[in-house]
């Protein structure tokens, strides 16, 4: 009887196992599982079936057929983009905003400085300005196209503009002769010694010069930065990331456990091994970010195009009321190194004078201060900017990290025992890598090949150091080659500026021009000073008006 009762008892007990061994190889939950997530399958079985076919997931008992197999390993890809492209959205999104934002406020300030200088010298120089405005359209027009990415040496432009500036002034000053071409090329050769604008050319060179270059540099590197983040972002998975992928994303499904999700350092590894040439970006993109900062450090202080050229009508003013305070002892010399010039008939001499100064000045207010299309100040625009590259430092490396603590890919806070370890639930216990390609050679996950560096990605490493170096020399205002923007370059090159760290504010010098010796190769004129135009009455209240619209700016 004692036997037949155990005998009873062993047969109720793998009973009741079997019927547990049966429950635990049903399929409905993965069934459910594959049509929540949208997955079309023929046939999903209704209970385990033997794994052989298989090729990524354990090859035991499974609730997968190769057709689950295979689409689970195209979806795993598809994931994988998907949620790399959604983790760089933001920063993205930053570089293309705030290079449409910094590149409208730089070409709207040119406008409007344009606009204001038009609008002044009309009102201030009247009918003599109108007949040598292309001086000033050339002047802007010239710092446009370098701005844009045209091949101009601004050092070289700013001087020429103060040389054609001379010869237009000269003529009109000396309207009572007649200067031919041949004679303004000849003073144009005493421009330096003359110093016929005072100070403010060279001042005004120093400080349109690097502030250009540093508005340029910093607009065509936040251009770099966002074609390398939209570029590196496109990311294309390997056949060994895509198993990995596969196994980690898709396998508890065929193991009948839809629902448990990866242990949190098991996705590390595969990102790590997955993302490893994106991760090798990372030094080279930080100092990209450090290098744009300095540059950023300019903008807000000495190098602000802003305050340089909302102010630049009224320098150049000052520059013409010098020219016309020393008008006699300018033409004296200019007279003594390239001789007399023939005289005119007394209808040109009895205009000129007046008609150059016609000064009809009103007072300038603050409140006419133009407003940019980013409708905000260049200060205001650097501020948001700085904060917004410093949250992107470390972005490459610290990207499988972020992509893990996603509630949607791993267990996140779950039990150490109750998330997929690649091959069953439970804890997951191989140590996680490093960043980089190199350090991904013993990776337990994804078998990379360290010895072949992804070229496309190298290719975004060397556009960082480039744009790099290009930053680090506008931070001392110097400027060097670019290739045009539209050649998926970042411009091209003009004059430098300081050749070391430039000072905030420029010191003065003296404005007297020095004495000119005597072109032998022309006539010379007497040794005392030939007659010079009489300043009049309407020239003394215009250089007072001059002095006054100075003070009110």
């Not at 002044?120 to 007949?131: A, D, H, L, N």
């Not at 005072?198 to 060179?205: A, N």
């Not at 966002?226 to 198993?243: D, F, G, H, L, N």
């Not at 893990?404 to 804890?427: I, P």
Request: aromatic share 8%; charged share 25%; with cysteine.
């Amino acid at each position: 009887m004692l036997r037949l009762e155990t005998i009873l008892c062993t047969l109720s007990v793998l009973y009741v196992a079997a019927r547990a061994d049966f429950k635990a190889r049903n399929c409905s939950e993965v069934r459910e599982a594959c049509v929540g997530k949208g997955f079309s399958f023929a046939h999903v079985p209704l209970q385990e079936i033997p794994g052989e076919h298989l090729r990524v997931c354990p090859q035991g008992n499974t609730c997968c057929t190769q057709e689950m197999e295979d689409t689970f390993g195209q979806q795993s890809k598809q994931d994988f983009e998907n949620l790399v492209d959604e983790m760089s959205h933001e920063l993205r999104s930053t570089f293309v905003s705030r290079h449409k934002r910094f590149d409208e406020f730089f070409l709207e300030l040119l406008e409007n400085t344009e606009r204001s200088l038009n609008e002044m010298f009309v009102r201030t120089y009247g009918k003599p300005y109108m007949q040598n405005s292309e001086v000033f359209e050339n002047l802007f027009a010239e710092l446009k196209r370098y701005y844009t990415g045209g091949n101009v040496n601004l050092e070289e432009m700013l001087n020429d503009f103060w040389s054609r500036l001379l010869e237009r002034m000269f003529t009109l000053l000396n309207s009572q002769y007649v200067i031919t071409e041949d004679y303004l090329e000849c003073i144009s050769k005493y421009t330096d010694q003359l110093k016929p604008f005072g100070d403010v050319p060279r001042k005004l060179k120093a400080q349109v010069t690097r502030a250009f270059i540093a508005a340029r540099t910093f607009v065509q590197g936040l251009s770099v930065g966002r074609e390398v983040a939209q570029r590196v972002s496109k990311v294309s998975s390997t056949p060994a990331c895509m198993r990995a992928l596969t196994k980690m994303l898709y396998c508890p499904f065929c193991q009948g456990m839809p629902a448990v999700k990866p242990c949190k350092n098991y996705c590390l590894n595969v990102m790590k091994g997955c993302l490893a040439n994106q991760a090798d970006l990372d030094p080279e993109w930080n100092q990209y970010i450090d290098a744009m900062l300095l540059v950023a450090q300019r903008l807000e202080g000495p190098f602000n195009i802003e305050s340089v050229m909302e102010p630049i009508d009224v320098k150049i003013s000052e520059a013409i009321m010098n020219m016309q305070e020393n008008s006699a002892q300018v033409s004296y010399r200019v007279f003594q190194g390239c001789g007399q010039p023939k005289p005119a008939g007394m209808t040109r001499s009895t205009r000129g004078v007046s008609d150059v100064f016609n000064a009809r000045f009103r007072p300038y207010s603050p409140e006419e201060r133009p407003t940019t299309a980013a409708g905000t100040s260049l200060d205001r625009l650097v501020v948001d900017i700085k904060e917004k590259l410093k949250l992107s430092k470390k972005f490459w490396s610290n990207l499988p990290e972020a992509m893990c603590v996603e509630d949607r890919v791993t267990a996140g806070n779950a039990s150490d025992e109750e998330c997929w370890n690649g091959h069953a639930k439970g804890r997951y216990f191989p140590e996680v890598q490093k960043d980089g390609l190199t350090n991904q050679v013993n990776n337990p996950e994804v078998a990379v090949d360290i010895t072949r560096p992804d070229t496309f990605i190298r290719q975004q490493i060397m556009a960082l150091r480039v744009m790099t170096n290009k930053l680090k020399n506008a931070y001392n205002g110097n400027d060097i080659y670019f290739q045009d923007s539209s050649d998926e370059g970042s411009g091209s090159g003009s004059g430098s500026g300081c050749t070391d760290v430039c000072p905030t504010d420029m010191e003065g010098a003296a404005t007297e021009a020095p004495v000119v010796k005597a072109d032998r190769s022309g006539p010379v004129g007497d040794s005392a000073p030939p007659h010079a135009p009489s300043v009049a009455l309407p020239t003394m209240l215009a250089l007072s008006a001059l002095a006054l619209h100075r003070q009110w700016r």
